[in-house]
């Protein structure tokens, strides 16, 4: 069975840009998590998408948005870009009902 | 608020012995604890898990303790060799509600020297 699948793998971008990140999770996962990992702030969650509706959110700003489509793929967006958003972006593909989160490599996103 | 405290933040252990992570939890709805572990440049990887009805879980040379009143959990890795030199992050989740996401503690980094 083919793992969590995210592109793209590098992305660098400038202030005030916007982004687009795609995941596709485990074929029969329709649950799709998005963590952010920063060395300073660690791995916090983002949002989680299960049938197409966002279940759940983090404490980011409404500049952090996502969506699912009916096969359960997922992308995020961030628009206005910040320095600080420059970190590794991580999708998590479940089942929901077993807890198991299974991540994808991770998006590395440089904002200059 | 830190809801899983993890500790130590690094750790060396000579190749064959015995490595442990502690971690702590504060939410008692919490019933679902995996253990992940990440390679540089790599996404973390589900390693072991374990849920509050046993105390005990073991995997080849991977265990994880459970201690429900104490609200602590431990991953212990036997016969450490140098290919388990990574980041290991422990987290809490709880899987029945509508607040479906992983808590994670803040990592620790594991080097064994050969």
């Known amino acids: 069975k083919a793992g969590v699948t995210q592109t793209p793998r590098y992305l660098i971008k400038t202030r005030g840009q916007q982004v687009t990140l795609s995941c596709s999770p485990i074929?029969?996962?329709?649950?799709v998590s998005w963590y952010q990992q920063t060395p300073g702030q660690g791995l916090q969650f983002l949002f989680e998408?299960?049938?197409?509706?966002?279940?759940n959110k983090g404490n980011f700003p409404g500049r952090f948005s996502g969506r699912q489509f009916s096969n359960s793929r997922s992308e995020m967006n961030v628009s206005t870009l910040e320095l600080g958003d420059s970190a590794l972006y991580l999708c998590?593909?479940?089942?929901?009902?077993?807890?198991?989160?299974?991540f994808g490599p991770g998006t590395r996103l440089t904002v200059l | 608020q830190q809801q899983v405290k993890q500790s130590p933040q690094s750790l060396i252990v000579q190749k064959g012995g015995i490595s442990i992570i502690n971690c702590a939890y504060e939410?008692?709805?919490?019933?679902?604890f995996p253990w992940y572990q990440q390679f540089p440049g790599k996404g973390p990887a589900l390693l072991i898990a374990?849920?509050?009805?046993?105390s005990e879980k073991k995997e080849g040379r991977f265990t994880i303790s459970f201690n429900k009143s104490a609200k602590q959990f431990s991953l212990h890795i036997m016969d450490s060799q140098p290919g388990d030199s990574a980041t290991y992050f422990c987290?809490?989740?709880?899987?029945?509600?509508?607040?479906?996401?992983?808590?994670f503690g803040k990592g620790t980094l594991l080097t064994v020297n050969p």
């Open positions: 998590a593909s479940s089942l929901r009902e077993s807890g198991e989160q299974f």
């Open positions: 074929s029969g996962h329709r649950s």
């Open positions: 998408y299960f049938s197409e509706t966002q279940r």
């Open positions: 939410n008692t709805a919490f019933d679902y």
């Open positions: 374990i849920r509050p009805d046993v």
């Open positions: 987290a809490a989740l709880n899987s029945g509600g509508s607040n479906y996401k992983l808590t």
